[in-house]
């Protein structure tokens, strides 16, 4: 996840910011078993609290010798495309301009000294940033953010009790934002458990302790908010959402249940301001104890995969499918030579249970990447009006790879622009002279979306000019005329909907028509 106090990430959340860094120099964005308990381990409040607390100051009094201060430094080159990326370099970094008179000799002064420090031949600058994490096991293994400790070159830890030491990254992951680091102490170091999220339920109180601004173990209190969170920042979002107020510098620091268990780790807030305004999110405690175990192994983290794209079932998609009710998970596109291809899954197929449970399109990722690699996993597939049992191999998450140039396709001969008026959109074949208007592979294949009306439902639904359909009702189309077939047989069917799988810019998708010309309601 990568998220910026300062450079806001285009999403459904405008203003989502980093919980964590702030500095004074420059303020950074900021499944294994249980760990074994230790006699140095901070004990667990006895008994669970009803209701509202009296106090908190004994948990807090308990729990705060195990949460830190990371302190990081890193040299950065002015101007270089490492400052834009995080946001850095921008206004904090630099003073503003003041508004002096036009033509003032002061204004020349500043301006002539802005341009230096932004230069690129200006010398590097030592940036500094302060995050927050916790001690997860005497021997000194420290949990926090990802975006806490990136590029640095030198990171510190500071204890409840004003020791510093120097910590070196044991491992990161950078698709939950989490990272292991390790110190090295001549005593055993207090450390605090991961508990079990899944058993904390929206109205429980929670404490959250950190760093906020720099100000070393602040402690703060409010309830889980909401379960489940996805906030479109990656494939495995399941925050848990807090109203303990969370702030810049909170990043890696934990969120504890009334046990004194750590239920998550504070990672991002929604701020139009900057500040906490009452929407936090965290980790789930059951996602980054695996992912922290992994780190702690072998410095890195692997992924159960499938090799599917996939969205969720709308009730117009499951009209268009004869589905009841509307779930699910439909296929979009399947990996070549990836594990669902070699089970046989198909574009259209519809998976509503992994291993016997239930499954919605957004969770389908996260619950795959679970699963160890090389276990057989057994898929609930809907295919074509019936439900079959599809035993898949999990395989391991591959690294990001550029496609091989693919050869171009010859265009169908006979092809003509075709007007789809009720649909609001009209065809063309997808030629060379299409391809390289739009900047398209040679290898693809479809029917080019050459207009779209405004206001029309294409436009509703999100289909662009330059959008190519590839398959009318899970069945290839070559060209316009194929593509129209298509959908009068549907309508001669008296189909509901008609579905159309989509290539756009962000990879392939099934976008359902009403056959009746006008928004389902």
């Given at each position: 996840m990568r998220l910026s106090v300062h450079l806001l990430r285009a999403g459904s959340l405008s203003c989502l910011l980093l919980a964590g860094v702030s500095g004074p120099v420059a303020a950074w964005a900021a499944e294994g078993a249980a760990l074994p308990a230790t006699p140095q381990a901070v004990a667990p409040v006895a008994g669970r609290m009803h209701g509202a607390p009296d106090s908190f100051a004994d948990?807090?009094?308990?729990?705060?010798?195990?949460?830190?201060?990371?302190?990081?430094?890193?040299?950065?080159?002015?101007?270089?495309?490492?400052?834009?990326?995080?946001?850095?370099?921008?206004?904090?970094?630099?003073?503003?301009m003041p508004n002096f008179p036009q033509g003032s000799?002061?204004?020349?002064?500043?301006?002539?000294?802005?341009?230096?420090?932004?230069?690129?031949?200006?010398?590097?600058?030592?940036?500094?940033?302060?995050?927050?994490?916790?001690?997860?096991?005497?021997?000194?293994?420290?949990?926090?953010?990802?975006?806490?400790?990136?590029?640095?070159?030198?990171?510190t830890v500071t204890l409840q009790d004003n020791t510093v030491l120097t910590a070196r990254a044991v491992g990161h992951d950078d698709r939950t934002d989490l990272a292991l680091l390790k110190v090295d102490s001549k005593k055993p170091l207090p450390a605090v458990h991961f508990g079990d999220s899944d058993k904390r339920r929206v109205g429980d109180w929670v404490l959250a302790i950190g760093n906020p601004f720099g100000l070393s173990g602040t402690v703060t209190a409010g309830i889980i908010s909401s379960r489940g969170r996805n906030i479109d920042q990656g494939p495995y979002d399941d925050f848990i959402q807090t109203d303990a107020p969370i702030n810049k510098g909170n990043s890696g620091g934990p969120?504890?249940?009334?046990?004194?268990?750590?239920?998550?780790?504070?990672?991002?807030?929604?701020?139009?301001?900057?500040?906490?305004?009452?929407?936090?999110?965290?980790?789930?405690?059951?996602?980054?104890?695996?992912?922290?175990?992994?780190?702690?192994?072998?410095?890195?983290?692997?992924?159960g995969w499938l090799g599917v794209r996939i969205q969720n079932v709308t009730q117009d998609i499951a009209d268009g499918l004869g589905l009841s009710p509307a779930r699910g998970a439909l296929v979009a596109g399947v990996e070549k030579d990836g594990p669902a291809a070699k089970a046989k899954l198909q574009t259209g197929d519809v998976i509503q249970t992994l291993d016997g449970q239930p499954v919605e399109g957004k969770a389908l990722p996260r619950l795959s990447a679970q699963l160890p690699v090389g276990t057989v996993a057994h898929l609930g597939v809907w295919r074509h009006g019936k439900t079959v049992d599809v035993p898949v191999t999990i395989g391991m998450l591959p690294e990001p790879a550029a496609e091989p140039d693919a050869k171009p396709a010859a265009a169908p001969k006979g092809a003509a622009e075709v007007s789809l008026s009720?649909?609001?959109?009209?065809?063309?074949?997808?030629?060379?002279?299409?391809?390289?208007?739009?900047?398209?592979?040679?290898?693809?294949?479809?029917?080019?979306?050459?207009?779209?009306?405004?206001?029309?439902?294409?436009?509703?639904?999100?289909?662009?000019?330059?959008?190519?359909?590839?398959?009318?009702?899970?069945?290839?189309?070559?060209?316009?005329?194929?593509?129209?077939?298509?959908?009068?047989?549907?309508?001669?069917?008296?189909?509901?909907?008609?579905?159309?799988?989509?290539?756009?810019?962000?990879?392939?998708?099934?976008?359902?028509?009403?056959?009746?010309?006008?928004?389902?309601?």
């Open positions: 948990l807090a009094a308990r729990l705060l010798p195990a949460v830190v201060n990371v302190s990081t430094t890193q040299t950065v080159k002015s101007g270089s495309d490492e400052e834009d990326e995080d946001g850095e370099g921008g206004d904090d970094q630099l003073p503003q000799p002061f204004e020349k002064f500043f301006h002539d000294f802005m341009n230096r420090q932004s230069s690129p031949d200006a010398p590097p600058r030592r940036m500094q940033a302060l995050g927050s994490g916790f001690i997860i096991d005497p021997a000194g293994y420290i949990v926090t953010n990802n975006h806490v400790i990136r590029h640095a070159d030198k990171i969120l504890f249940d009334m046990d004194g268990n750590v239920i998550g780790v504070n990672t991002a807030i929604y701020s139009p301001s900057g500040g906490s305004v009452g929407i936090g999110f965290s980790i789930p405690a059951n996602e980054a104890r695996g992912i922290v175990e992994q780190l702690r192994k072998t410095g890195k983290v692997s992924r009720t649909l609001g959109f009209s065809v063309g074949p997808l030629d060379a002279a299409a391809r390289q208007k739009y900047n398209l592979p040679a290898g693809q294949k479809g029917v080019l979306v050459t207009s779209v009306k405004d206001g029309g439902l294409a436009s509703d639904r999100g289909l662009r000019e330059g959008d190519v359909v590839t398959e009318v009702q899970q069945a290839e189309v070559t060209s316009p005329a194929d593509l129209k077939k298509r959908i009068e047989a549907a309508q001669k069917a008296n189909k509901k909907s008609v579905l159309l799988l989509v290539h756009d810019a962000d990879g392939l998708r099934w976008v359902p028509f009403p056959l009746n010309g006008e928004d389902a309601p």
